[in-house]
């Protein structure tokens, strides 16, 4: 299956698109979602801005974060995430990447997501790792990072005056099976 369009058990994995803008907004914007996020929510032109990123992304490289639905309901989403290319300071990198609606956390959604874009990293990438961040006190997302076998590899100083962010890398997965 191309990656722009997996399915998981319980999930619909797809590339994301300008009609997603204004669920993005919703999610990006939420204040609970970014209760972690020194930079806090998002407002509407900055969440599109995000948004025609990710779609550039996805043009140019053929991968990038998906919108993500339950199978059952492939009209709403329930978050954003996946692997993209990105910077950890200078050192490039692809990044695993995941938000999702607050109903949608503690139900391994996230971990489903991210053992896809594991898989397509490592399976049909051949990516040499994947990388993390998550702000230290972002405890849930560090123990799901930690499940899906990342371990703490580093700090990055991304927000100064503030503690530095955690990076998770993995080289090789103990699971790297989709979902």
């Given at each position: 299956m191309p990656a722009s369009c997996q399915e998981t058990a319980r999930l619909l994995?797809?590339?994301?698109?300008?009609d997603d803008l204004p669920q993005a907004c919703a999610i990006h914007g939420d204040p609970q979602t970014n209760r972690f996020n020194p930079n806090g929510p998002i407002n509407a032109a900055t969440c599109a801005?995000?948004?025609?990123?990710?779609?550039?992304?996805?043009?140019q490289h053929g991968f990038g974060y998906w919108a993500i639905a339950l199978r059952s309901d492939p009209q709403r989403l329930i978050g954003f995430g996946g692997i993209m290319q990105g910077f950890f300071g200078h050192e490039p990198g692809l990044n695993l990447y995941f938000r999702l609606r607050p109903?949608?956390?503690?139900?391994?959604?996230?971990a489903e997501m991210a053992r896809a874009a594991l898989h397509l990293a490592f399976s049909e990438l051949h990516a040499p790792r994947v990388t993390g961040?998550?702000?230290?006190?972002?405890?849930?997302?560090?123990?799901?990072?930690?499940?899906?076998?990342?371990?703490l590899d580093g700090e990055l100083d991304d927000f100064p005056?503030?503690?530095?962010?955690?990076?998770?890398?993995i080289?090789?997965?103990?699971?790297?099976?989709?979902?």
């Open positions: 994995l797809r590339a994301p698109t300008l801005d995000k948004l025609h990123g990710w779609i550039e992304h996805w043009q109903e949608a956390w503690g139900q391994g959604y996230a961040l998550v702000r230290p006190d972002n405890l849930p997302s560090r123990r799901a990072l930690e499940r899906l076998g990342l371990s005056g503030q503690a530095p962010s955690l990076l998770y890398r080289s090789t997965p103990d699971n790297p099976g989709p979902g």
